[in-house]
């Protein structure tokens, strides 16, 4: 089997558990439940005063939310692909593709992300991790953007689900080098994503030191992709997953550490109602993202359902900025919040500077 038809099977594994399988987080949540928004019983607004729209990456979209990246380079990707994206289009939000690692290992599968043409006027992003970003010229992943008409590219940060990985990467040095060079000379905006286990604020500033604006801090509490390695990996990897299976940074909480650092936040990681996305955008995201609810909504009902689901999503953000008094999406953002002590904690481990590192020659000295 060449490496082309191993992250081919790869691909189709990660459908079929996501679509079957228990996949999210046990034993962790996203916190948003430690997040009380305060009710204002006198709103002063009608509904169809409110406006959920937002520019992102240089278009508007018509609610805050982006399909985030999932899949490619199967012939059933393709027809997921396909369908969600022109559900991006047809609800005016954002779309983002699975990695494109396949596409450039084996060209033959560049049709299977080919969907700009279901999507024509919706954001869409490109996908390459940053191992892989790492070993290539900027040129490359230009033309891997162009090659897919995308509005920019994700670079997703994954070394929990790497290291559980039977053939997952194992260096990860060169990661801010790497960013760094990609936003000063891709062309396009570059978005830091983790994939389920969040970023915090210390990653935050290293990103935004890198010149990177945007970042989807894709929380723990939802889809576990070390649950996801595990279930599809050797024993080794079943081992280590149960090890680590509720290791990460909250969604809420990375989006708190985050809120006065400078960037663009995407809130992904177990969002499941339109009053996740609220709480979410009053912490600091600018738009949210889910990916598993909307694919197993597809799954059961086709592109009636996954739209219904959307719909659902924008009704609850529509009620919770009514009920807070929020006309706009920024009003929402500034909204005074009640905090648990859970989150409380996060926060100030975010806060706390850490003590110095003794130098060698203290050591030595103390060695003897």
Not at 165 to 178: A, H, M, N, V
Not at 204 to 216: F, I, M, Q
Request: glycine letters at 10%.
């Amino acid at each position: 089997m060449t490496s082309a038809d191993a992250l081919r099977d790869r691909k189709t594994s990660h459908l079929e558990l996501c679509e079957h399988e228990e996949v999210e987080f046990r034993g962790k949540t996203t916190l948003f439940e430690d997040v009380d928004l305060i009710h204002n019983a006198l709103p002063e607004l009608a509904l169809d005063d409110l406006d959920l729209s937002v520019e992102f990456v240089g278009k508007r979209l018509r609610a805050p939310f982006l399909i985030t990246g999932m899949t490619g380079g199967t012939e059933e990707a393709f027809m997921v692909n396909r369908d969600l994206a022109s559900i991006a289009e047809r609800c005016g939000i954002g779309f983002g593709l699975g990695s494109q690692r396949v596409m450039q290992r084996d060209p033959r599968t560049a049709w299977t992300f080919a969907i700009r043409e279901f999507a024509p006027s919706a954001p869409v992003l490109a996908n390459i991790g940053l191992i892989q970003a790492a070993e290539q010229p900027t040129a490359e992943l230009r033309r891997l953007v162009a090659d897919v008409g995308a509005d920019a590219l994700c670079v997703h940060l994954n070394p929990a689900q790497e290291l559980i990985q039977p053939e997952g990467d194992r260096d990860f040095r060169r990661g801010c080098t790497t960013l760094e060079r990609l936003r000063r000379e891709l062309g396009v905006p570059v978005i830091a994503k983790e994939t389920g286990c969040g970023i915090s604020r210390a990653v935050g500033e290293s990103l935004r030191n890198a010149g990177v604006r945007y970042v989807d801090v894709s929380g723990a509490g939802g889809t576990s992709w070390i649950r996801v390695e595990s279930l599809r990996g050797n024993a080794r990897s079943q081992r280590l997953g149960d090890v680590f299976a509720t290791w990460g940074i909250p969604t809420a909480a990375s989006l708190a550490m985050l809120r006065d650092c400078g960037l663009e936040l995407i809130a992904s990681g177990g969002m499941r109602t339109g009053l996740d996305m609220a709480k979410a955008i009053a912490l600091g995201a600018r738009l949210c993202g889910a990916a598993l609810p909307i694919y197993r909504a597809y799954c059961e009902g086709g592109i009636e359902s996954a739209v219904a689901l959307i719909d659902e999503f924008s009704d609850g953000l529509k009620a919770a900025m009514l009920l807070t008094g929020s006309r706009t999406l920024a009003d929402l953002s500034r909204q005074p919040l009640v905090v648990g002590e859970r989150l409380k904690a996060w926060i100030a481990a975010a806060q706390t500077p850490r003590p110095a590192a003794p130098d060698d020659k203290d050591d030595h000295h103390n060695a003897e």
